[in-house]
């Protein structure tokens, strides 16, 4: 069995695994589609398992770094029911208040990936909350496949609710100064972009290929925006255009970065959509942009 090189992949077949990690075809329709591209020695179960997330190799801050504090609170779900589970975390011995960032997951809850962005945050710097909107269904199950179909059985805009309340929990923790900003992916692009519309003194906002607010309600945005697309990623990328007319129209402050040959989830180095290049140049902007901002 042959193991698939990146070069080797059609783009089609990205395509494919963006359609099925946002729930528009079934596994079954996945893996029957993706049979069309087991060529040349790659099977489908090859290609199935190059494609699947890798949370072994791949996470980059490890749980337990020595480096940072962390630790998991709890606070009241709006209109979900009962409590959302956070990961807190924040530079090894920090005593001073600090820039908070509310990291906001993918359509799968917080899993180890997100958690990982969690904790870069705090060694940059600064103290990260990064809920899991999966908790009132008992939290991430443990993989994606389950994770997404969980967070379909929860309403999209009762889990933005669940992560403006984080953002009010970052603000008034103790060891945050009260300057609060929030980076997303996907899923949680969309909900940083809602959550600048709907949280009038959020400090900065960073969506990475999130889909976009209604024209009407991007009035409201108070927040700087840095955004960040992926070049393949039409799906997404198709709303963009009236997003900016928008922003325009309205003085909004904003900056766009189109980054070329990335597909959608580009940030997410346990998948091979993972463009390292474009990826680092993405973070590095998105700590300038929150150092800027919430220090």
Known sequence: MSTPKKEEIKQEVFDLYDDYAHNRITRLDFVQKLSLYAVGGLTVSAL???????????????????????????YPSPKGGGTIKALLCMPKGNTKKLGGIVVVHENRGLNPHIADVGRRAALAGFVSLSPDALSPLGGYPGNDDAGREMQSKRDRNEMLEDFIAAAAYLKSYEFCNGKVGAVGFCFGGWVVNMMAVRIPDLAAAVPFYGGQPPAEEVPDIKAPLLIHYGELDTRVNEGWPAYEAALKANNKAYTMYMYPKANHGFNNDTTPRYDKEAADLAWKRTIDFFTALLK
């Open 48 to 74: 199935m398992s190059y494609l699947m997330p890798d949370y072994k190799d791949t996470i980059q801050v490890k749980p337990g770094d020595p480096r940072i504090t962390e630790t998991y609170i709890n």
